[in-house]
Structures are given as structure tokens and as C-alpha cells.
């Protein structure tokens, strides 16, 4: 019997969890469970980690599962490799479902950094008002730069109040417009952004709004991820799904 394991925590994987579930297909969403309040799915959801590649493997095995999808979030490096490890020792195919990445645009100002490490190092200088669009993980690490102002916008409001010492915080949930991120930024004073380059049209307002404001970006370039089969539309898991599972997609990172 066909099982199908989704690694998700993205929107993509939430609308393929729909797309399965109205062909009628059994699956499982699982995710990290970073975000207090996740929107319902209508397949059976996990949380929480496997445990690296030997417990993603175990998982695997124990629920017979025939078709592992990573639509995890493309910064997700460690869980993407884990999943190309572990579908090639359990022996099941494995296809990624991503954004494209962001490609600059005429009227882009883009600075491209290979890394969060690499980021804070190009905050080097005199204060600026800084709106950092990573989510919720990294922040803490920009304290080593405390001359700026920082901007945070976060899903959830935190249990702890971010280690830095001049920030304002936004609690919000997207889906975001340009005009909207182009007052935010306006209103803050900003004159810098800096988010990772997750690509696709869900996040991409803040980068419209900064083409249109003419502000410049700190672009962090995505990691490395060993080669897999990888599509970027919901069809084209579908059609996988429909024919052998053994059946290729194009190579993509």
C-alpha cells in the first residue's frame, strides 16, 4: 500500500498535503514544529525531529513508507541531506519539492553573503536601521553587531525577548504585500535588509519593497544540499506520484 512521507513546514508542503489528500492518498506531514499555532492539515501530521538520518531511516521503514518528499523550507540544509541519506539507505525514492531561487532584477541592490557568519561580518560599521528578515533562528547571533537598530518580524510572539539590545519586534503572519512590507519599512526608518534568498512568491514581497524604496539587501546565498530529483510545482509531485516511483525527475540543489 502506498504510504507517502512529507517533510514539510513551508506552504509548499501544506499544499501538497491538500493535493494528496484530494486524490485520496495516504500520507504524513511531518515537521520540526517551530511555530506554536500551524495552520490544520487535512493528512495526519507529526512533530518534532527523527533523530538524524539513522532514525528518518527507522521511520521509514517502520511505516512503510514508499514515497519520501522533501518540501522542507530550501535553508533547511541538515534535514534535506538527512532525507537524501536515509531514502537511499531504505531504498525509497525521494523527490524535492522547492522555490526557485530569487534571481536580482533591474533595480535590485544586492550584496551576496554565503552565510549567516558571512552576514554579520558585512554589518561591520556605523549604526543603521536594519530590518532582519530571517525568521526567528539566527537573531541572537546578530548581537555581535549591537550598533545597529534592529527590525524582527516573527510568526509568534517569544517566550523570550530576543538577545539584542536596540530592536523593535513585529508579530505578524503573512502572507505579506508589497505595499504593506513598503510602509513597514518606512515607517521603521529602514536603509537595510537582510534575509536568506528562499525564493518562490510567498516571502517575496519584502524584496519587491525593497527594489521600489531602492534599498539595498543582504542577500544570503542557500546551502549546499547533495544532488537530488527535485521539481518546483505541485503537478509535477502529482504526476511523479502517478507513474513509477522509480521514474526521474530533473537533478537540481
Sequence with gaps: MEHILILGGTGEASALAAAVAERGLTATLSYAGRTANPRAQPI???????????????YVRDHRVTHLIDATHPFAATMSAHA???????????????????????????HGVPD????????????????????????????????????????????VPPALPDH????DRGPFTVEGDM????????DLIVCKNAGGTGAEAKIVAARRLGLPVLMIDRPFIPARATVHEIGEVMDWL???AHEPAHLGV
Aim: hydrophobic share 50%.
Design 44 to 58: 495526519p501530521v507529526r512533530v518534532g525531529g527523527f533523530g538524524g538520518v539513522a532514525g528518518l531511516e527507522r
Design 84 to 110: 537524501v541519506a536515509a531514502a537511499q539507505a531504505a531504498g525509497v525514492p525521494l523527490l524535492a519539492l522547492t522555490r526557485p531561487a530569487w534571481q536580482p532584477l533591474p533595480g535590485d541592490r544586492w
Design 116 to 159: 549567516i557568519a558571512a552576514a554579520v561580518t558585512a554589518l561591520s560599521g556605523p549604526a543603521r536601521r536594519v530590518m532582519l528578515a530571517l525568521g526567528r533562528m539566527h537573531v541572537e547571533t546578530f548581537a555581535a553587531q549591537p550598533q545597529h537598530r534592529y527590525l524582527l518580524r516573527f510568526v509568534d510572539s517569544p517566550d
Design 168 to 171: 523593535r519586534l513585529v508579530v
Design 183 to 190: 510602509r513597514l519599512m518606512q515607517e521603521h526608518g529602514i
Design 242 to 244: 502517478g507513474h513509477s
